[in-house]
């Protein structure tokens, strides 16, 4: 046993400040202190007997635990909580199987680039006929995380710390093996702790790519800046620039909220876009992405840059300049530190311009920027509700103070565009690898990264069902979620694409499911909504005392295949 003391009590639980191989017996529990040590924030976790005992560390360690139903519920848990809380989210697996329930998280948190560690148990090498043996290594590497191990007990701490430095500085999700024959090996007498993490510098653009910037700024009449999930940290730093540029300000879906406030702010871009925003957007002469991909999404397969429109990117990786689209200037850097300098560059030449920062255009963001205010045909009937009435009718009863989390299908647009978001840590959007089903588990993990602002849920019928087991973890935890089901008893996305092609649809319609019924089973609150008068029970959940989710299941009207859904199928 090594016993490292540093001012450390055993009632001293819940302090980050624990000695890496306090009270470590063993390898797995030396793992677990360190991880704690270096701060990660918050452990999701299906638990067996292979990662049973560097969990129980985790937590003695003093970082919170929330026990899933499913290891993929965990592992998008661990990535929505670390999107919304700035911290490392730990995801804990048993080998082999529980790694691979896992891997639909794993492969949207890495193709998100969430720092994110997947802290899994793994076969010893000399079980070569285990049940539970496969290539954890490759089946990582598949889905674009990175694959990482310990490899013996004196590297242990080495290990965990070099897997940790490629989370947070690289901003990659790293599957950590833990063989099962290292992790109850006896810790090393003496190990030393680990140094303080020196976080990476932040990538400055050279000179020269200012200058070309700043002039295209100056010589730009109708510039229009779009922040990605890479321009999320640099908010003020860019919207800084826009007022001196005199451009508006739009995000990628990632990154909605950012500009929340700015009476310049277009909203979302791309396929979520009002009327007026898209047509705005189509006029500006100068497009600048701050770690934005500007992909099909953002940009709705480049229709909504016009034919002489320049495009720049700025970002941290050379290989995402241009991927997408051509691009008159590609700058490498981060975003902050490029606006920052751009500015300084601009404000020396003592430009100050108006763009199209002006009140008419103000007026003209407030009054149609957002979907919100477009007037639409109401297609409800005595049986069903149209879903825009229905979040329209929400977002106004709802506390502006929410964090709202999207799972993936024809409904989608409607939480996206209809629910208000405080700023960029009031919205998680779960869609890099386009899996339906993975909203209630992004709810779970923002609502604890954010315990101060009301979880809201967007998810259709499909999703949810697939998703349900974690409704007991909701009620379990006591988690105040309100859960909006676009309930249309079908795979709507597939239903609306391929029923202009006269298809049999019947593959992926269904029956009528009671998901409030089912809900209550689980021990939430549920109502069932067929029209604004059947909102009412929203405000009496509100009142009272939030100790269970409140499940809304909405019997929605047929949009015909919402406005963004061709767009979509456009990438397939």
């Not at 490759?138 to 490899?151: N, T």
């Not at 700058?331 to 009140?359: C, F, I, M, N, Y």
Request: proline share 5%; net charge negative.
């Amino acid at each position: 046993m090594t016993v490292i003391t540093s001012g450390f009590e055993s009632s001293d639980v819940a302090t980050p400040n624990v000695s890496p191989a306090l009270v470590a017996g063993n390898v797995s529990e030396l793992v677990g202190y360190t991880l704690a040590r270096l701060g990660v924030g918050h452990i999701f976790g299906v638990v067996g007997s292979g990662n049973f005992v560097v969990t129980n560390a985790l937590r003695r360690a003093g970082v919170p635990y929330t026990a899933a139903r499913h290891e993929g519920g965990a592992a998008t848990m661990a990535d929505a909580y670390g999107r919304m809380s700035g911290k490392v989210g730990v995801v804990s697996t048993h080998q082999g199987c529980g790694l691979t329930n896992a891997v639909t998280g794993i492969g949207e948190a890495a193709k998100s680039r969430t720092p994110m560690i997947v802290v899994t148990a793994d076969t010893a090498a000399s079980a070569v006929g285990s049940n539970f043996r496969i290539d954890q290594d490759a089946l990582a590497r598949s889905v674009g995380a990175v694959a990482a191990r310990i490899h013996s007990p004196q590297s242990a701490v080495a290990d965990t710390v070099r897997a940790y430095r490629t989370a947070v500085n690289e901003r990659r999700t790293v599957v950590l093996s833990l063989p099962t024959d290292i992790q109850a090996a006896p810790a090393p007498e003496g190990i030393a702790e680990p140094a303080p993490l020196v976080p990476a510098q932040r990538f400055a653009p050279t000179d020269a790519a200012v200058d070309e910037l700043a002039e295209l700024i100056r010589n730009a009449r109708r510039p229009l800046f779009v922040a990605g999930r890479g321009g999320r940290g640099a908010g003020p730093e860019i919207a800084a620039l826009a007022e001196a540029a005199g451009a508006l300000v739009a995000t990628s879906a990632v990154a909605h909220g950012l500009f929340q406030g700015d009476p310049f702010n277009l909203g979302i871009s791309g396929g979520f876009s009002s009327p007026f925003t898209a047509a705005t957007i189509s006029e500006a002469d100068l497009i600048i992405g701050w770690g934005c991909a500007l992909n099909m999404w953002t940009m709705r397969h480049g229709s909504l840059i016009g034919p002489t429109a320049k495009v720049v990117q700025v970002d941290l990786e050379d290989r995402a300049l241009g991927t997408n689209r051509p691009i008159d200037l590609g700058v490498l850097g981060d975003s902050a530190e490029t606006a920052a300098a751009v500015l300084a560059k601009l404000r020396s030449s003592q430009h100050d311009a108006v763009g199209l920062r002006t009140p008419e255009m103000a007026r003209e963001i407030a009054e149609h920027a957002r979907w919100n205010t477009e007037p639409t045909e109401d297609l409800s009937t005595s049986e069903v509700i149209d879903p825009r009435v229905l979040t329209r009718e929400l977002d106004r009863i709802l506390p502006p103070e929410r964090i709202v989390s999207i799972d993936s299908g024809n409904f989608m647009g409607y939480p996206s565009t209809y629910l208000s978001v405080p700023d960029e840590f009031g919205f998680c959007f779960t869609q890099a690898f386009q899996s339906i089903g993975l909203g209630l588990y992004t709810a779970i993990g923002a609502a604890k990264a954010r315990p101060d602002r009301l979880p809201v849920l967007g998810a259709g019928d499909g999703g949810f069902l697939m998703a349900i087991s974690e409704l007991e973890t909701l009620v379990r935890e006591k988690i105040p979620l309100v859960a909006i089901i676009y309930n249309d008893s079908a795979y709507g996305a597939e239903v609306h694409h391929f029923d202009a092609n006269d298809e049999d649809l019947d593959v992926v319609r269904f029956p009528q499911v009671d998901i409030a019924s089912i809900a209550r089973g689980y021990g939430a609150a549920a109502l069932i909504v067929r029209s604004v008068g059947d909102l009412d029970g929203v405000n009496e959940w509100l009142a009272g005392p939030r100790n269970a989710p409140l499940v809304i299941d909405a019997r929605i009207a047929s949009d015909g295949g919402a406005w963004w859904l061709a767009e979509a199928f456009k990438g397939h």
